[in-house]
């Protein structure tokens, strides 16, 4: 890759703040107020350049600030009153996008779902929190719970189907909106841990403006950029990562609805992209499609990556093929609204055993078993502070305890921070699996498990996969009740999202492997291949 060395652009003014009532955090001192301002601002200043494409429709600023008033203005007369929650169970769609900024112009609650939940997950976080609103794709109907269980619902529409969308879409007069404070909660994305439900992470209108801010200046976006979504949108790297970075700074949004890697070359290359940020199985693929030299990616600049280390052999392949691409390898949570820490700017080769260094903003810090600083190089656990890091958990104050200490998120990850501020991640304390970007925690999926009437116990592991990363691979000890793996699958096709199904089933002979305290030995299945 190019080396272009650390950022040699101009450092945003920073200073110190008290936000979320006792955190002192280091924000930008010069800032959008909240996400609406966003597009307002870039609405106002480049009213007739595209904001989004999605196949043969290109959307300009000016006409993207209408909609979105509109479906705003509808929203707030159906009753709805700032703080209240719209569920939004759609895929990579203009719908989403429009929704998503009408809630944060009307002072509403997104809460983005994935729209390969199945019914029990999606009337649990319903329930949970509270929706008012149901906006669904037609395709998603299967899946939406019966009323009895979710009694605060009140609205369903649908994009495609009946009780249309479109309603919302009309055109409605507003005089005034309601005054966003920075610290409300723009969107709740639901994430699970490795104990008990999906917990809805508030993200607000003050840590998302940071890490849109962060991603700007630390990837060099300007004015005139082209970003290809090819990740959900409900994901926090669809919605942060891509979507409003590019709002911010005028850029175009082109959107995919599935990443398919040959259609993804030709929209990039037929839109001459400049940025993009996907998991390192997207580039793999890529690389892999035989034609993949064909098509001019000329425009391309910057490669973003997370969720899983990159390949050194997708590196040097992207080097050859690209050389004035420059790789950056981003590292964050739901939790931390997106993005920690970084590489600098041509740092892949010299630093690609890192998750790059803390953002502007970012505090991270490693600890031991104790809670306390270890010196530089050592391993402990990773905590991040700083205003992008939620303040908590929706109403789930248990959760709040354990998770954050201090104003610090207690990232459950085992790291290590050099002395040059360096960040390496070498092991996850959570169990889980990254399939293909799609996080998978492996106490939900042994929760389901363990409810089939053959299985006596379960253990869930992660098994290297070259293209996705990881695959899913479920052991479990039946006891000789008759069981096949397809129906293992089945059972769990019907009660969990279709990636969170086991790609492998592996039936044991004997108990689970544990150690004197009793703790399954997840090291010795992984090592049973």
């Known amino acids: 890759m190019r080396p272009s060395?650390?950022?040699?652009?101009?450092?945003?003014?920073?200073?110190?703040?008290?936000?979320?009532?006792?955190?002192v955090v280091r924000c930008f001192a010069e800032r959008p107020r909240h996400i609406?301002?966003?597009?307002?601002?870039?609405?106002?200043?480049?009213?007739?350049?595209?904001?989004?494409?999605?196949?043969?429709?290109?959307?300009?600023?000016?006409?993207?600030?209408e909609t979105v008033s509109n479906v705003a203005a509808n929203l707030l007369a159906l009753g709805l009153v700032p703080g209240d929650r719209v569920a939004l169970a759609l895929g990579n769609g203009l719908a989403f996008i429009e929704l998503l900024l009408a809630c944060a112009r009307a002072g509403l609650i997104a809460v983005p779902m994935n729209v390969r939940q199945r019914r029990p997950e999606t009337a649990y976080m319903l329930g949970d929190c509270g929706a008012s609103v149901l906006v669904h794709d037609a395709a998603f109907g299967p899946n939406v719970p019966e009323h009895e269980s979710t009694p605060a619902l009140r609205h369903v529409f649908v994009v495609g189907g009946?009780?249309?969308?479109?309603?919302?879409?009309?055109?409605?007069?507003?005089?005034?909106?309601?005054?966003?404070?920075?610290?409300?909660?723009?969107?709740?994305?639901?994430?699970?841990?490795?104990?008990?439900r999906p917990k809805g992470a508030k993200l607000?209108?003050?840590?998302?403006?940071?890490?849109?801010?962060?991603?700007?200046?630390?990837?060099?976006?300007?004015?005139?950029?082209?970003?290809?979504?090819?990740?959900?949108?409900?994901?926090?790297?669809?919605?942060?990562?891509?979507?409003?970075?590019?709002?911010?700074?005028?850029?175009?949004?082109?959107?995919?609805?599935?990443?398919?890697?040959?259609?993804?070359?030709?929209?990039?290359?037929?839109?001459?992209?400049?940025?993009?940020?996907?998991?390192?199985?997207?580039?793999?693929?890529?690389?892999?499609?035989?034609?993949?030299?064909?098509?001019?990616?000329?425009?391309?600049?910057?490669?973003?990556?997370?969720?899983?280390?990159?390949?050194?052999?997708?590196?040097?392949?992207?080097?050859?093929?690209?050389?004035?691409?420059?790789?950056?390898?981003?590292?964050?949570?739901?939790e931390t609204s997106s993005p920690a820490t970084m590489l600098p700017f041509g740092a892949i080769e010299s630093h690609r055993d890192t998750v790059g260094v803390p953002l502007p903003c970012a505090d991270v810090i490693v600890v031991d078993e104790a809670g306390r600083e270890v010196p530089p190089g050592d391993s402990g656990e990773i905590l991040i502070a700083g205003p992008m890091v939620v303040p908590g958990y929706w109403e789930n104050e248990t959760a709040d305890r354990a998770s954050f200490v201090g104003g610090y998120w207690i990232s459950g990850d085992i790291g290590s921070k050099d002395a040059d501020g360096f960040v390496r991640v070498l092991d996850r304390k959570k169990d889980m699996i990254n399939r293909g970007g799609y996080?998978?925690?492996?106490?939900?999926?042994?929760?389901?498990?363990?409810?089939?009437?053959?299985?006596v116990e379960c253990a869930v592991v992660g098994r290297p996969d070259p293209v996705l990363g990881e695959r899913v691979h479920a052991f479990i000890y039946n006891e000789d009740r008759p069981a096949d793996p397809a129906d293992i699958r089945s059972w769990c096709g019907e009660r969990l999202?279709?990636?969170?199904?086991?790609?492998?089933?592996?039936?044991?002979?004997?108990?689970?492997?544990?150690?004197?305290?009793?703790?399954?030995?997840?090291?010795?299945?992984?090592?049973?291949?």
Not at 36 to 65: K, N, W
Not at 275 to 300: G, H, I, K, Q, R
Not at 441 to 454: D, G, I, K, R, W
């Open 5 to 23: 060395g650390l950022q040699n652009v101009t450092d945003p003014v920073l200073r110190h703040e008290v936000h979320y009532g006792s955190r």
């Open 497 to 529: 999202s279709d990636y969170k199904v086991p790609d492998l089933v592996t039936f044991l002979d004997a108990p689970l492997p544990r150690n004197a305290n009793g703790k399954v030995l997840k090291t010795a299945l992984r090592e049973q291949g």
């Open 162 to 196: 009946e009780a249309s969308y479109d309603r919302l879409r009309m055109r409605a007069e507003r005089q005034s909106w309601p005054d966003v404070a920075e610290e409300a909660v723009f969107c709740l994305l639901y994430t699970s841990g490795t104990t008990g």
């Open 204 to 334: 607000t209108h003050l840590g998302v403006v940071h890490s849109v801010l962060h991603y700007v200046h630390h990837l060099r976006l300007r004015e005139g950029d082209v970003a290809i979504l090819a990740v959900p949108a409900s994901h926090v790297t669809g919605l942060v990562a891509v979507l409003l970075p590019m709002l911010r700074v005028g850029g175009t949004m082109v959107m995919m609805e599935a990443f398919k890697a040959r259609e993804f070359l030709r929209l990039a290359a037929q839109e001459r992209m400049s940025y993009t940020l996907m998991v390192p199985a997207m580039y793999n693929l890529c690389l892999l499609d035989p034609e993949f030299a064909a098509y001019d990616l000329a425009s391309w600049r910057v490669a973003a990556f997370g969720g899983a280390p990159m390949p050194q052999a997708t590196v040097a392949r992207l080097g050859q093929a690209l050389p004035d691409l420059t790789l950056v390898n981003v590292y964050g949570s739901t």
């Open 36 to 65: 609406d301002a966003l597009l307002q601002d870039t609405a106002h200043r480049l009213p007739e350049a595209t904001s989004l494409v999605l196949g043969d429709q290109r959307v300009s600023y000016r006409a993207l600030a």
């Open 439 to 455: 996080k998978i925690y492996c106490t939900e999926l042994e929760s389901v498990l363990s409810q089939h009437p053959a299985v």
